[in-house]
């Protein structure tokens, strides 16, 4: 129903205006309805970075953009927390600062949602509950195992920084 | 309610039954390239009813199988869905603690699909996820590579998304 | 001519059976042409990976796809080495074990190609000739800088393993 | 022969003038994200003779002008691509062990085009490349999120890649 989509935007976007300045500081974004009716209309995304004028989505950097996603996410989670989240390398193309960011916004959803990642980064591996492996020792067959955190670091020369 | 466990055999790269726990927290899948990390979210989305192939990056349905090579013939893909259901979230099932979900796909192309060890239609697993919101392309369940997939698409598409949430 | 295409062809492969098993030990990789005429012909890919049935190219993983575009490309190098190679993140899917084989990979062809290479791994990073540092330290505005291994590793606390 | 620098003037998010230092061997480009590190990709696709502006990520080619909030008003775009020559590549140009390109762009859309200093057209860069099997869309350069892209394009479409390299 109209008032239902209207209500739910605004929830959106209030909390998109608080979250959106951790990612880009100074920053704001809005979600916004191409036409007054809102069964019809679409759903755009405007942005406002310090220093930069997004004319288009499509100027942003990849990494950029993938940060503008995760926002979205978290603020549509934060409105309503559905029961699980599941993201498949979302951290790929993003700096380290920015995924230490990721993963604590994150932890500000997981209360009331269970969230399952997979990753390559180990920024992110060193802040979750539960570390799973999935080998393929035999070829072509997979394994799992679970992990804890000082086993993966041995095997690994990148995650010595892990050990807190 | 959260995923308690997953339970997979046949499907893809899983010839052998495996059972994958996960924490009502912050799981992370970790592992080499091509190990099986994400056949694991296409399992997942496949029991929540995922039809595509495409989709789940095959040519055929029938590529679900496992088809590598081992003495064992497998003859048909079974993911298990384990729920947690305490406290209750559905009415009808109020009554258990844990919710098993499971899907199966034969060789010949039938599929065979389960609610607490009953067998059910697709739609009823469809239907059950749908209360709660969450589908196959939810846009809590995010694909690799497909990270800047909502703000590529128009923004008709875009609003689904909303509409999901209200 | 058809003649010119056939031999480029044969070089590549005699290349590509030598790259593509460091990558995936015990795996083969061959480029077909589609049809008989050369001039007509495209251009496919098989692959052969120990323990996996391989049926069509989509039935890759995302690092899967990417390292084998890289043995293609340094088949091509091998081949024919072009002036210069730039690529843009494209280690970003890799696990650690193979991006630190794709910078060995890069090595091979660096004797007689420039390689330019924008990337976050610090696996990667410290395996390079010059490392160039791009801010925006003014909002909006590039700056560039060049900067020493050692610099690196005190502002990145992922970076700590880099020290050789 | 190679890259010895690149000069970036008022192109994307470099306002004022920058030299960009390259190794013969290898160098990496680093930096937070937003930073201006795939600009300075397309700089140097753009000046090999880029045309399209779905490829340099721009609705128009008058967005590749610096957009952002400074004083100085910046009227165009210019990139230099300054290349060692010694040992020759190119007869035309064996008495010059160094070679500059320049390409420049206007608000009123307008292009100019130089080697060495000298007028050209676009079309005289685009050759002087073509000999070297080096182009915009080469097999040897691969943009941001693009490295499957040649798996997934049709076997026609691969096939350019082999020709180039014959
Ligand atoms: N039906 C099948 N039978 C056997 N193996 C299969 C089947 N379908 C897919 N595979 C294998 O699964 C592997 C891909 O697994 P997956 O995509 O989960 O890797 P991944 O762990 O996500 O890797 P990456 O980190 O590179 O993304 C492929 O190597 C493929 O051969
Ligand atoms: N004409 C322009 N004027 C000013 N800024 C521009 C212009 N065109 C693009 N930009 C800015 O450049 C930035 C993107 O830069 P770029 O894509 O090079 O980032 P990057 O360093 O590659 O980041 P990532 O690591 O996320 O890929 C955007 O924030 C965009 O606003
Ligand atoms: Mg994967
Ligand atoms: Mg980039």
């Given amino acids: ?28 974004a809005k979600l916004i309805l191409t036409d007054n009716n809102p069964l ?34 978290i603020s549509f989670y934060l409105v309503k927390p559905g029961p699980f989240c599941i993201l498949d390398e979302v951290d790929a193309s993003l700096d380290e600062k920015n995924s230490i960011q990721f993963i604590k916004l994150l932890q500000l959803i997981k209360k009331n949602s269970q969230i399952i990642i997979i990753t390559h980064n ?43 | 309610m959260f995923i308690k466990r997953l339970e997979i055999y046949g499907f893809k790269s899983f010839p052998y039954k495996v059972n994958i726990p996960f924490s009502p927290g912050i799981t992370a899948i970790v592992g080499p390239n091509g190990s099986g990390k ?6 997942i989305r496949w029991i929540l009813g995922e039809q595509s192939p495409k989709r789940l990056r095959v040519k055929e349905l029938s590529d679900l199988i496992f088809a590598g090579n081992i003495q064992k013939k497998i003859d048909f893909a079974e993911v298990k869905l384990i729920i947690n259901h305490d406290p209750p979230v559905w009415e009808k099932f109020k009554d258990f603690p844990e919710i098993i979900i499971t899907r199966r796909f034969y060789r010949n192309g039938e599929g065979e699909f389960f609610i607490n ?17 969450v589908n196959p392309q939810s846009y809590g369940i995010i694909e ?10 128009s923004p008709k598409e875009r609003k689904i998304f909303l509409e999901d949430l209200a």
């Fill in chain 1, 1 to 28: 129903s109209k008032e239902k989509i209207l209500d739910t935007l605004e929830k959106v976007n209030t909390k998109l205006k608080e979250i959106f300045p951790t990612i880009f500081p100074g920053g704001e």
């Fill in chain 1, 40 to 73: 019809v209309a679409g759903l755009d995304l405007n942005i406002k970075i310090p220093g930069k004028n997004i004319r288009h989505l499509n100027m942003l950097s990849g990494g950029e953009k993938a940060l503008c996603v995760i926002a979205i996410l």
């Fill in chain 1, 122 to 164: 180990p920024n992110i591996m060193k802040e979750v509950d539960t570390l799973l492996g999935v080998t393929m020792e035999e070829k072509g067959i997979s394994k799992i195992f679970t992990i804890k955190l000082d086993q993966l670091v041995k095997e690994h020369q990148s995650y010595q920084n892990l050990i807190k």
């Fill in chain 2, 38 to 43: 994400s056949n694991i979210l296409d399992a």
């Fill in chain 2, 117 to 133: 060890q009953k067998p059910c239609r697709l739609k009823d697993i469809q239907f059950l996820f749908l209360d709660l919101g």
């Fill in chain 2, 144 to 153: 690799q590579g497909e990270v800047s997939k909502f703000l590529e698409i």
